[in-house]
Nanobody
């Protein structure tokens, strides 16, 4: 099982990034996918989720209206489009796959929002 995030980097406030998480080794289309983030010195927090067929999404209040989660069940990939980025969005972003008693994590990708 692998979840591999990519797309992180350094961006100025107000800018955009698109994170990707490529999945392999499990039935991706059956799993709800989530993005989490962890800032230095803080606990990991949930950011967004998308149900297995992509029919439902939900967001943390801190990112609602700025971030968009989506998935491609053919490419086994989940995305996080991040717009209007703020310095407080700086964190390591992790993707998560969960279904019943199974849960998998990626290794994370760093996002830094700074001028």
């Amino acid at each position: 099982v692998q979840l591999v995030e990519s797309g992180g980097g350094l961006v100025q406030p107000g800018g955009s990034l698109r994170l990707s998480c490529a999945a392999s080794g499990f039935t991706f289309s059956s799993f709800t996918m989530r993005w989490y983030r962890q800032a230095p010195g803080k606990e990991r927090e949930w950011v967004a989720l998308i149900t297995s067929a992509g029919g439902s999404t939900n967001y943390a209040d801190s990112v609602k209206g700025r971030f968009t989660i989506s998935r491609d069940n053919v490419k086994n990939t989940v995305y996080l489009q991040m717009d209007s980025l703020k310095p407080e969005d700086t964190a390591v972003y992790y993707c998560n796959a969960k279904r019943l008693g199974y849960e998998y994590w990626g290794q994370g990708t760093q996002v830094t929002v700074s001028s």
